[in-house]
C-alpha cells in the first residue's frame, strides 16, 4: 500500500517510479537497509550516513536526470548518484517552483 510504513522498513518509498526513499530513522554507513515498494521488500547497502528525513538514492541515477520522489520530479541530479549515495543539496538541483529551469528558458 502506497505510504504505508511496513514493519522492520527503514525507508519509505511511496511510487514504483522514484529514484529515492526517505530514511524514516538515521542511517550509518555501510548499512543494509529495507524498503518496501509495491508488496515486495527490497534491501540496500547505505554508501555514507544518510540522516533521518533525507533521501538515498534506490538506483543508479544518471547526472541530469530528473529526479523522483513521492511519485513527482524533485529536482535533477547535478552529478551521477550511485544507488546507496544520500541525494540532497550537493548533488540535486531543485527545480519546483524554479519556473525558468521547469521550462528551460533563460532567468531574467
Known sequence: MAGHIEAGADALVMDAADHVAT???DIAAGETI???V?????ALTALEPIPFG???AVTDIPEGEK??????VI???TT??????????????????????????NAS
Open 23 to 25: 530514511a524514516i530513522r
Open 80 to 105: 551521477a548518484i550511485a544507488r546507496g549515495r544520500h541525494v540532497h543539496v550537493h548533488n540535486l538541483e531543485g527545480i519546483r517552483g524554479r519556473g525558468d529551469k521547469a521550462k528551460g528558458a
Open 34 to 36: 529495507q524498503y518496501v
Open 75 to 77: 529536482g535533477r541530479a
Open 54 to 56: 533525507h533521501k538515498i
Open 38 to 42: 509495491q508488496g515486495s521488500r527490497t
Open 67 to 72: 529526479v523522483r520522489k513521492y511519485g513527482e
